[in-house]
């Protein structure tokens, strides 16, 4: 399990995420602000075998469309169009165990 983002960078104001979907599982993109020093990976997984949504900006979840759904299925794609403030961005996907086995990236976003 992966989540790969291109670029890893982006110019701060409003962003377009287009999530494809290339496996085999539904999956979703949260987007989480991270804290300055804060490493990807290392979020408190629930007894649901999820992270925390707090603090969330937004999500892609929606098979071909923005917003929350049931997961973006495989070999489909979604999108979320966001505003987003300079500093560092946590990409997870949340389904059960997705997070734990390594489904996340990060995205910084500048000035």
């Known amino acids: 399990m992966r ?10 104001g409003t962003v377009s995420l287009r999530v494809s979907n290339t496996g085999t599982l539904a999956h979703e993109v ?10 990807i990976g290392k ?3 629930g007894a ?9 900006v937004g999500e892609a979840s929606h098979n071909c469309g923005a917003g929350e759904g049931g ?12 505003t987003l403030k300079p500093g560092r961005y946590e990409l997870i996907c ?13 995205l910084d976003v500048t000035q």
């Open 43 to 45: 979020r408190p997984i």
């Open 71 to 82: 997961g973006i299925a495989p070999g489909s794609a979604g999108w979320a169009t966001l």
């Open 94 to 106: 949340n389904f059960p165990g997705h997070y734990a086995a390594g489904m996340r990236a990060e």
């Open 30 to 39: 949260v987007v989480l602000p991270l804290a300055a020093g804060q490493p």
């Open 3 to 12: 989540l790969t983002v291109k670029p890893a960078k982006v110019a701060a």
């Open 48 to 56: 649901e075998s999820r992270a925390s949504e707090t603090g969330s």
